[in-house]
């Protein structure tokens, strides 16, 4: 496992981004886009972390087989949930864009503390014969 701290600032968002690409440099199918879908998940985490949790956050990325799990930890209340934002709203797409592109994702409360972990899993590569789509883990 590899994890970082970031401020809550815009600025920390593509510094996780570029965080988690070193840290899967060499993991991930070159051949897929997985790299790309992968440090935009953590953009939108980050971004939801630095918008509505407002405290410094956590990265931590984790791989196990053929699969690697993003973790995004911050101390701020509420939860993530998927909303459906309407053609003009600008914002509320973040977990739709995971949703669509993890192969699992989730939300562990922080049992000692205030705060939240939000997580997805992501194929390293994908199986044989099967399209990068349709992942399930």
């Known amino acids: 496992m590899s994890a970082a701290d970031f401020p809550s600032t815009p600025a920390s968002i593509a510094a996780a981004r570029r965080f988690v690409a070193a840290q899967l440099a060499g993991v991930l199918d070159p051949a897929r886009d997985a790299l ?15 918008r509505h949790a407002g405290t410094p956050y956590r990265v931590a990325v984790f791989r196990s ?28 797409r973040g977990l739709q864009i995971v949703s669509a592109l993890a192969d699992r994702w989730g939300v ?3 049992a ?14 994908a199986p044989e014969g099967e399209p990068a789509s349709g992942r399930a883990c």
Do not use: I
Not at 37 to 49: D, G, H, P, R, Y
């Open 108 to 110: 562990d409360d922080d």
């Open 112 to 125: 000692d503390a205030a705060g939240k972990t939000t997580w997805f899993t992501y194929r390293v590569k």
């Open 65 to 92: 087989g053929d699969f690697v799990r993003v973790e995004v930890s911050d101390a701020g209340g509420g939860r993530a949930q998927v909303r459906n934002p309407g053609p003009r709203d600008p914002h509320g």
């Open 36 to 50: 790309d879908e992968v440090t935009l998940m953590v953009s939108e985490l980050a971004t939801n972390s630095v």
